[in-house]
């Protein structure tokens, strides 16, 4: 008996299975009823009592290894079935992994970059963490001056005064420090202003603001410019109107706006039944702006432009609400998969 035991143990220990089939008639013939394992338990009654209990443990043991052993075995088998697979039928389609979609304030940059660099604007990107020099001073925001309640901002420290940036001049200005003219340069980034976040204002947005300075710019430059701007972007039959408006940074300012792309220009709801929405701040760089950046006034002029992306974005798929753009809900940003 004892040796019965000893070589099945030896058996189990050396089997190898190549397929199922030989595992099954292994499994069956130590294993199943009428297998040789359960046929050692009936031998039982044939066991002196004090030895019964010493003879349940080793046949016990003999089965558990058998069985282990055959699962071991079907696992194994398993796993050359599947790597078998993968490796021989190059046709069979691979898993599906979704990828991610661009945001369509990401969408809407990126066409607006486009646009500018097809007539030889270039990008350039600076901090959002800004010296008051740059976000205001230098853009002639004097300090105390009225001008600077137009842009609440998040002080993060006081002398020197640190603030989270509001608006994407302060690159302009950062631009016109360091480079000689010509100047032919946007500047995409996100801005904080602290407002009360509202279903058309939030405390964070995104701009791309422009500036073009050389011998000669004009006001006639700015138009042209901006007008090309509007049709490429909004359509071929976009029309452009300029409004006197005022910047510290500029003079003369204007906003620009463009026929409402809803109507075209009869009169709706979304511009507010005038035939006009506004899109950008424009104007010709103050000089004192230029002096600040050590650029010679007398010598150069030039126009800056400034306009926010959630608008753009918002009048260019008529959504209604900014709050939106920063919710990251899927059913809203699955929308705009093909967009562009
Ligand atoms: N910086 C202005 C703003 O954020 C926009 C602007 C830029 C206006 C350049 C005129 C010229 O409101």
């Not at 046929?39 to 558990?64: C, D, I, Q, S, Y």
């Amino acid at each position: 008996m004892k040796d019965k035991i000893q070589s099945l143990l030896e058996e189990i220990k050396a089997f190898k299975a190549e397929n199922n089939e030989q595992l099954e008639k292994f499994r069956i013939r130590l294993l199943s009823k009428k297998g040789v394992i359960t046929g050692l338990f009936t031998e039982f009654k044939n066991v002196p009592k004090e030895h019964r209990k010493e003879f349940g443990r080793v046949l016990n043991e003999l089965k558990n290894k058998a069985q282990e052993k055959v699962n071991f075995l079907r696992d194994e088998l398993e796993d050359v079935k599947t790597a078998d697979k993968s490796d021989k039928d190059l046709t069979l389609p691979v898993d599906f992994i979704e990828l991610g979609t661009l945001h369509p304030l990401s969408i809407v940059r990126n066409k607006i970059i486009d646009i500018f660099t097809r007539i030889g604007f270039t990008v350039a990107e600076g901090p959002e963490i800004e010296d008051d020099f740059h976000n205001f001073t230098a853009l002639n925001f004097p300090e105390e001056h009225p001008a600077r309640d137009m842009q609440d901002t998040f002080f993060i420290e006081k002398d020197p005064d640190i603030a989270l940036r509001t608006h994407t001049s302060s690159v302009q200005v950062r631009a016109m420090e360091t480079t000689k003219p010509p100047i032919r340069e946007i500047y995409p980034g996100r801005v904080f202003r602290n407002e009360a976040i509202s279903a058309r204002a939030h405390c964070i947005f995104h701009q791309i603001e422009g500036l073009y300075i050389d011998k000669n710019v004009s006001f006639a430059d700015l138009k042209q410019t901006l007008f090309y701007f509007a049709k490429e972007f909004f359509g071929e039959n976009t029309k452009t109107r300029f409004r006197p408006s005022y910047f510290p940074f500029t003079e003369p300012s204007a906003e620009m706006d463009i026929s409402c792309n809803i109507c075209g220009g009869k009169g709706c709801n979304i511009c507010k039944y005038v035939g006009w929405v506004e899109i950008l701040g424009c104007g010709m760089v103050d000089p004192n702006v230029l002096e600040n950046c050590r650029i010679d006034s007398k010598k150069y002029t030039g126009f800056a432009f400034g306009m926010g992306i959630e608008r753009i974005t918002m009048l260019k798929y008529r959504i209604e609400d900014i709050r939106l753009f920063f919710e990251n809900d899927l059913r809203f940003l699955k929308q705009f998969k093909s967009a562009f």
